[in-house]
């Protein structure tokens, strides 16, 4: 059914701006999808209708751009995230890129090689070393180079999966890739910013843990390392709050003195039936995320040494993400089949009471709003288009192959001819037809099962060519 989704108002959150902070960032990466969906935007601060020039007003410096292995468009390519890039250079952000090496989404239960690349550790280590290379170099090339590059998304279990997966096969593997995909950044640009993402940054013992393992001598060193970045969700364990955070990010600040930011995080609009929230105290509203916001602000904020620098907020123009909890995901690891994520089950864009019109040509015939939110497009919406179009290309990828085995099997029908059969039969068969003169290739010959499974027209050339023989 077509629909109209104009006078529709949305209390969709803009980022609200963290003094004391060096970035306030956004990973806005659907913004151009969700425009081809007919989605718009526009605030009372400022006339415009481009998403990332409200972002601005409101205080956003740093636009976090994921890049797929993709050459679709749709799946967050090279080229989207290049166009990405200049929208966001041009309303003055600085660009983070969130690289995910894969075909799809990847995270801690998530991190599958890309089609068409090496699966041997070696292959990897070059193909992931001049791929990074090149992705760097085509944003510096079209003026919009990268201050940040995230090596990979919550690499909790490694990246690459099986090769470069921690569970599987240690450490080494991945530390020699990270390393491989640093040396090609740092290749392409001598002054991008290197960042390492882990999921649950309040999970001490798993964050110090994989610290403690990952450098290896030749392999990743700590100078590969400017940032240590981290995601904190409310949604995805009661152990993540605000002390936890910051006992976990103070540990390891003063063991590695290395810059540290939050590179995903959200707060849900409105409540959120069956969640459990690490901080209940905290409203399911747009002010309540206002607070969940700066009070990671403060958890940054109070780290020694000034090496709290930045928050990225996930996906604020994301709208469609209230009242979804009868949507929720798990996600379940392979290194621990119990551990769960529940994904987008009720986080919609951080808001600071600011009202977002979200308007579309179409105007057959008016919805109703949902509570604060309108239902316009949904992760899992995403994910489930993603796996169709990654069916589709398989099933397109078989009959290829298939066609490709039919072309074969007729070029070698054309290049055999029968003095070639003769030749590779003649000496069996007179062997059989001396020993049992009274058998032949229709009936039950012992040399037939040499070349039963030969194409009719192979067979119908050896008929003739028993005939030939004395």
């Given at each position: 059914?077509?629909?109209?989704?104009?006078?529709?108002?949305?209390?969709?959150?803009l980022?609200?701006r963290?003094?004391?902070?060096?970035?306030?960032?956004?990973?806005?990466?659907?913004?151009?999808?969700l425009?081809?969906?007919?989605?718009?935007?526009?605030?009372?601060?400022?006339?415009?209708?481009?998403?990332?020039?409200?972002?601005?007003?409101?205080?956003?410096?740093?636009?976090?751009?994921?890049?797929?292995?993709?050459?679709?468009?749709?799946?967050?390519?090279?080229?989207?995230?290049?166009?990405?890039?200049?929208?966001?250079?041009?309303?003055?952000?600085?660009?983070?890129?969130?690289?995910?090496y894969?075909?799809?989404?990847?995270?801690?239960?998530?991190?599958?090689?890309?089609?068409?690349?090496?699966?041997?550790?070696?292959?990897?280590?070059?193909?992931?070393?001049?791929?990074?290379?090149?992705?760097?170099?085509?944003?510096?090339?079209?003026?919009?180079?990268?201050?940040?590059?995230?090596?990979?998304?919550?690499?909790?279990?490694?990246?690459?999966?099986?090769?470069?997966?921690?569970?599987?096969?240690g450490?080494?593997?991945?530390?020699?890739?990270?390393?491989s995909?640093?040396?090609?950044?740092?290749?392409?640009?001598?002054?991008?910013?290197?960042?390492?993402?882990?999921?649950?940054?309040?999970?001490?013992?798993?964050?110090?843990?994989?610290?403690?393992?990952?450098?290896?001598?030749?392999?990743?060193?700590?100078?590969?390392?400017?940032?240590?970045?981290?995601?904190?969700?409310?949604?995805?364990?009661?152990?993540?709050?605000?002390?936890?955070?910051q006992?976990?990010?103070?540990?390891?600040?003063?063991?590695?003195n290395?810059?540290?930011?939050?590179?995903?995080?959200?707060?849900?609009?409105?409540?959120?039936?069956?969640?459990?929230?690490?901080?209940?105290?905290?409203?399911?509203?747009?002010?309540?995320?206002?607070?969940?916001?700066?009070?990671?602000?403060?958890?940054?904020?109070?780290?020694?040494?000034?090496?709290?620098?930045?928050?990225?907020?996930?996906?604020?123009?994301?709208?469609?993400?209230?009242?979804?909890?009868?949507?929720?995901?798990?996600?379940?690891?392979?290194?621990?089949?119990?551990?769960?994520?529940?994904?987008?089950?009720?986080?919609?864009?951080?808001?600071?009471?600011?009202?977002?019109?979200?308007?579309?040509d179409?105007?057959?015939?008016?919805?109703?709003?949902?509570?604060?939110?309108?239902?316009?497009?949904?992760?899992?919406?995403a994910?489930?288009?993603?796996?169709?179009?990654?069916?589709?290309?398989?099933?397109?990828?078989?009959?290829?192959?298939?066609?490709?085995?039919?072309?074969?099997?007729?070029?070698?029908?054309?290049?055999?001819?029968?003095?070639?059969?003769?030749?590779?039969?003649?000496?069996?068969?007179?062997?059989?037809?001396?020993?049992?003169?009274h058998?032949?290739?229709?009936?039950?010959?012992?040399?037939?099962?040499?070349f039963?499974?030969?194409?009719?027209?192979?067979?119908?050339?050896?008929?003739?060519?028993?005939?030939?023989?004395?």
């Amino acid at each position: 059914m077509r629909f109209s989704l104009s006078t529709i108002l949305l209390c969709i959150g803009l980022v609200p701006r963290i003094r004391g902070l060096q970035y306030h960032g956004a990973d806005f990466s659907s913004l151009m999808n969700l425009e081809s969906s007919g989605i718009t935007y526009h605030d009372s601060a400022t006339t415009s209708t481009k998403f990332e020039t409200i972002l601005a007003a409101h205080g956003t410096n740093l636009a976090r751009i994921r890049i797929w292995t993709s050459t679709n468009n749709a799946d967050y390519s090279l080229t989207y995230g290049l166009q990405m890039a200049k929208r966001a250079a041009a309303a003055g952000m600085a660009i983070y890129l969130d690289m995910h090496y894969s075909d799809t989404w990847a995270d801690p239960g998530h991190q599958a090689i890309p089609a068409g690349w090496p699966t041997t550790l070696s292959g990897l280590n070059t193909q992931i070393f001049t791929y990074t290379q090149s992705v760097v170099a085509a944003f510096v090339a079209q003026g919009t180079p990268a201050t940040f590059i995230e090596i990979g998304n919550e690499i909790n279990d490694g990246i690459l999966w099986p090769v470069g997966q921690i569970s599987v096969n240690g450490y080494s593997p991945l530390s020699q890739l990270l390393h491989s995909a640093v040396n090609g950044a740092r290749s392409s640009s001598s002054t991008i910013r290197t960042v390492i993402h882990l999921a649950n940054g309040w999970d001490s013992t798993g964050t110090s843990s994989f610290y403690n393992q990952i450098f290896i001598p030749g392999e990743l060193a700590l100078t590969d390392v400017d940032v240590m970045g981290f995601s904190f969700y409310p949604f995805y364990g009661t152990g993540a709050t605000f002390s936890a955070l910051q006992s976990s990010l103070q540990a390891l600040v003063s063991k590695y003195n290395k810059n540290v930011m939050v590179v995903e995080t959200d707060w849900p609009a409105v409540s959120c039936s069956g969640t459990a929230l690490s901080q209940p105290a905290i409203a399911s509203s747009p002010a309540g995320q206002q607070t969940w916001v700066l009070d990671i602000r403060n958890v940054l904020s109070a780290l020694t040494g000034g090496n709290g620098i930045g928050i990225i907020y996930w996906e604020p123009g994301w709208v469609g993400n209230a009242d979804v909890d009868v949507l929720a995901i798990k996600r379940v690891t392979k290194k621990d089949p119990k551990q769960t994520r529940k994904e987008n089950h009720c986080p919609v864009p951080i808001n600071s009471g600011e009202i977002i019109e979200i308007s579309s040509d179409e105007d057959d015939e008016p919805v109703a709003p949902k509570t604060s939110a309108v239902v316009a497009t949904t992760k899992l919406q995403a994910r489930i288009q993603q796996l169709e179009r990654e069916n589709a290309r398989i099933k397109k990828e078989n009959a290829d192959i298939k066609k490709q085995q039919v072309a074969a099997a007729a070029d070698l029908e054309d290049q055999i001819t029968c003095e070639d059969l003769e030749n590779w039969f003649s000496t069996a068969l007179k062997q059989h037809l001396t020993r049992y003169p009274h058998y032949n290739v229709h009936h039950a010959h012992p040399a037939y099962n040499m070349f039963q499974q030969l194409p009719a027209p192979l067979v119908r050339s050896l008929v003739v060519i028993t005939k030939n023989i004395p």
